[in-house]
């Protein structure tokens, strides 16, 4: 005999709704667990450690195409990443963690720098800690084959218009990124970044890596030029009137650079996925600037006059929420 | 009856043009190993008809010599073999199966091709490119600085210096 009472009884014609309440709940708990935005994106971050790959990757951004070969290996405390460029200038870029250095090998230059946003822990995606569920939702389509791995599809979509949406494709079994398109409000791609070819599993040597970072023999090395800095006095920072952009950092020029460009700031913005650059510096009479809007694949750029300041904002979101973010921005005097 | 045979059986060399040709498509479908795709490389350089069928592609011409120029030429340790040869590759794929799509999308009939000081330009209906100097350094260090948010690990340091294109 059983100790319970069934909510529904097991007999007679209703047995099939006994197991279709069951199978209903089933469901809505499993597209709970893989539902949410943010869950997602920690485990597609998370795909990234402890596995070593390389391929062949492309950008294709409006027009303008770009293909690099990339080697990727990461343990528990270090992940390196290795970018040769087969388009635009001959470059080799790798990583440690957030420390970059680039070999520009026509100029004889390696640039070293340090990426804040690069860090090895797991980050909160929004600055003020909100979830990303508040701007996009998460869709699930089904599995494709992309450059020879069965791939899962997902979509990213923006509550609003203030954000463009993503398709991206994960391997099956590993969760690692193979493509990733950018799209417009009305679905439309605006750019895709694909492997056409990816080795997972692939040997690829942490240390010699290293060694090649290590070794800039021949090269002369520039630090980055840029300082982080405080905020300036003419910006707003109320994360609540920016269209969910929060303010993240501030960069300025080294005082060893020509004046004209120490005086310009670089102000950083992300709503967790999309990043937002406003460039704000004052009005010279030497430097002429034109308003300009136009775009590259997914990053669009809005150049205008506000007040005494030209700003320059540029990122990977609608123009009119750039136009938006300048003007909320800005503290006219 | 023997002359028909004759008229109808493809010559050896027609078997092997036709044998790299179904190659060339399915390296559009992404579906040809990393060796094939190394022998289809070699038969490409060394058939005129495959390089007549490549030469159909008009717009992969200048990405592909810029693809070749562009090459490191410092020997690096994880350096394969073959990756010469991918480099072709990937600009073939690239165009056939993405960049395609896009121009359609923007209209390629009014697409006009310039040739900048290290990038090939294409202006066209989706609107003008970007040739100003600063406009160009300010796009670049918001590829560089830009928070890239939780797609930054996967994604987009890879995207962003794919896309490096400042000198």
């Known amino acids: ?333 | 009856m023997n002359e028909t045979m004759t008229q109808t059986s493809p010559s050896p060399a027609q078997i092997e043009a036709d044998h790299w040709r179904e190659c060339l498509s399915a390296l559009v479908d992404g579906e040809l190993s990393a060796t094939e795709v190394d022998g289809l490389m070699a038969a490409i350089e060394r058939d005129p008809q495959l390089q007549a069928v490549w030469a159909r592609y008009q717009t992969i011409g200048p990405l592909v010599v810029r693809a070749n120029a562009a090459l490191s030429p410092v020997p690096a340790a994880n350096d394969p073999v073959f990756w010469r040869r991918w480099a072709l590759a990937a600009s073939f794929v690239a165009i056939s199966t993405v960049t395609w799509g896009l121009l359609e999308q923007s209209a390629p009939d009014s697409a006009t091709l310039a040739q900048g000081q290290d990038t090939v330009w294409l202006s066209s209906a989706a609107g003008p490119m970007m040739r100003d100097p600063v406009l160009e350094e300010l796009l670049q260090e918001h590829r560089e600085l830009g928070d890239g948010g939780a797609l930054q690990v996967s994604t987009g340091f890879l995207r962003n210096v794919t896309l490096h294109t400042t000198p």
Not at chain 1, 5 to 16: E, K, V
Request: one cysteine or more.
């Open chain 1, 1 to 333: 005999m059983p100790h319970f009472t069934p909510l529904i009884p097991a007999f007679g014609r209703w047995r099939w709704a006994r197991w279709a309440v069951v199978g209903g709940w089933g469901l809505l708990a499993a597209s709970a667990v893989a539902g949410t935005v943010d869950d997602w994106l920690s485990k597609t971050q998370e795909a990234t450690r402890g596995r070593a790959y390389t391929g062949t990757l492309v950008v294709s951004a409006g027009e303008e195409l770009s293909v690099s070969k990339v080697w990727h290996v990461c343990d528990r405390t270090t992940q390196m990443e290795r970018v040769d460029s087969l388009s635009g200038p001959a470059r080799t870029t790798i990583r440690r963690n957030s420390e970059v250095i680039t070999f520009a090998h026509d100029k004889k230059i390696a640039y070293t720098d340090q990426r804040e946003s690069l860090g090895l822990l797991p980050m909160r995606w929004r600055a003020n800690g909100e979830s990303l569920d508040r701007l996009y939702r998460l869709r699930e389509g089904g599995v494709q084959r992309v450059a020879g791995h069965d791939a899962k599809v997902v979509e990213l979509l923006p509550h609003d218009a203030s954000r463009w949406g993503y398709r991206i494709w994960t391997e099956a079994q590993t969760g690692v990124v193979i493509k990733l398109q950018t799209l417009d409000g009305r679905g439309a791609v605006l750019e895709q970044v694909a492997y056409t070819e990816l080795q997972l599993g692939a040997s690829v040597s942490m240390q010699a890596l290293e060694q090649r970072m290590k070794n800039t023999d021949g090269y002369v090395v520039k630090p980055r030029a840029l300082k982080k800095s405080t905020w300036p006095p003419y910006v707003r920072l109320k994360p609540e009137s920016m269209l969910g952009f929060s303010a993240m950092s501030c960069y300025q020029r080294a005082e060893t650079d020509a004046p004209a460009l120490s005086a310009r700031a670089h102000c950083i913005f992300s709503d967790g996925l999309a990043s937002v650059s406003v460039f704000v510096e004052p009005i010279r009479a030497d430097a002429p600037f034109t308003p300009t809007q136009t775009q590259r694949g997914a990053t669009q750029v809005v150049t205008q006059a506000l007040g005494p300041y030209w700003v320059s904002a540029m990122g990977e979101a609608p123009p009119e929420t750039l136009q938006r973010l300048s003007k909320h921005l800005l503290l006219q005097p």
